[in-house]
């Protein structure tokens, strides 16, 4: 049954573990595609809600740009401003506490075009104008690879982003307002990022999804091979103090994992085992203190349910200390987004 949904999961039934734990999801979406081809083309308040209110002490929650909601008409560049006004609409229902206590989007990440150099800036103004308590960055995904069968899925595509004058002056824009940077590319490109990260070390850089991780079409089959790309560019980048990581996204399909396909969903034990080699890697470079477990939902749950995923985080880093725990799981995200409490 592929791309299952609630009923789905509710196939593999498990008890949540640590229940005490507190958790801030770095990593969500909140979308309503009525017309794209998507496995969950509506995600909302209460799609996450339900979500998050499954068992496990979700504390908070961080929204990531995904294309939604933005302005229908005006400049281009000032079209995502509408996402961040949406979202902050979203994140105020959630403060007044009628939705549960968790805070929902206490922190947001828009989007702006840094190909537009110094000129991002009035954009980034606007996003603030929209959300002056809750903006804390913008991702402008660099997502790339020559190969056809590998889907480009940036709104920008164009190869070597990182590295060009106009992109890294809009970084310098970007890190002089106080803002970060959503890194989400593919793991061929982590020396790239590495390189960005040297020369704007004034910015802060989070990593999505491990790196970005690719186990399907030309990197199919090849798993030693792909494992020691992704390692040498995960070595490459953890070497700069300015970049933290997301430990989690490897429920999309293009990480090449064959979970969506499963007529049970998987449990929570085997979901550890078979994600461990990369987020324990991840730590072992990165360290706790800059690594944060995330959901990446509803993206992953084509996969696994929400309480299946964090039962597995929680049993994987098991060997870790108290206060290690506490930082992959709630303490790096609230500090690295600034959210209170």
Not at 190 to 213: C, Q, R, S, W
Request: glycine share 8%.
């Amino acid at each position: 049954m592929p791309f299952g949904g609630n009923d789905w999961h509710a196939l593999t039934q498990e008890p949540i573990l640590e229940p005490e734990l507190p958790i801030c999801d770095p990593h969500h979406h909140l979308w309503d595609l009525k017309a794209a081809r998507v496995p969950y083309q509506r995600y909302q308040l209460d799609e996450l809600a339900a979500d998050i209110y499954g068992g496990h002490d979700v504390r908070s929650t961080v929204f990531i740009e995904c294309r939604s909601m933005y302005r229908p008409d005006g400049p281009e560049a000032m079209r995502p401003v509408g996402e961040v006004e949406y979202v902050q609409g979203i994140a105020a229902a959630s403060a007044s506490g009628i939705y549960g206590p968790a805070r929902m989007a206490a922190a947001i990440i828009g989007h702006a075009n840094l190909n537009l150099g110094e000129r991002v800036a009035p954009v980034l103004e606007a996003l603030l104008a929209a959300s002056p308590n809750r903006l804390r960055g913008i991702r402008h995904s660099v997502t790339w690879d020559p190969h056809p069968e590998i889907e480009n899925t940036s709104a920008h595509q164009q190869p070597g982003q990182l590295g060009t004058d106009a992109f890294r002056a809009g970084a310098r824009v970007l890190a002089r307002m106080g803002l970060s940077l959503e890194g989400w590319l593919y793991h061929p490109q982590l020396p790239e990022l590495a390189d960005f990260a040297k020369a704007v070390p004034e910015l802060t850089i989070i990593l999505n999804h491990v790196g970005g991780l690719l186990r399907t079409g030309p990197y199919a089959h090849r798993e030693a091979e792909v494992m020691a790309q992704w390692r040498k560019g995960i070595d490459a980048v953890a070497a700069c103090p300015n970049v933290l990581v997301k430990l989690g996204g490897l429920g999309m399909v293009r990480c090449g994992f064959d979970w969506h396909l499963r007529d049970k969903p998987i449990g929570s034990e085997e979901l550890a085992q078979a994600m461990a080699p990369w987020i324990d890697y991840c730590i072992e470079k990165f360290g706790p203190q800059r690594a944060m477990f995330e959901s990446n939902f509803p993206v992953d749950k084509v996969s696994f349910s929400y309480n299946v995923m964090y039962n597995a985080f929680k049993r994987m880093s098991k060997s870790y200390s108290a206060t290690e725990r506490a930082a992959m799981f709630h303490d790096t995200a609230v500090r690295a987004y600034r959210i209170a409490g």
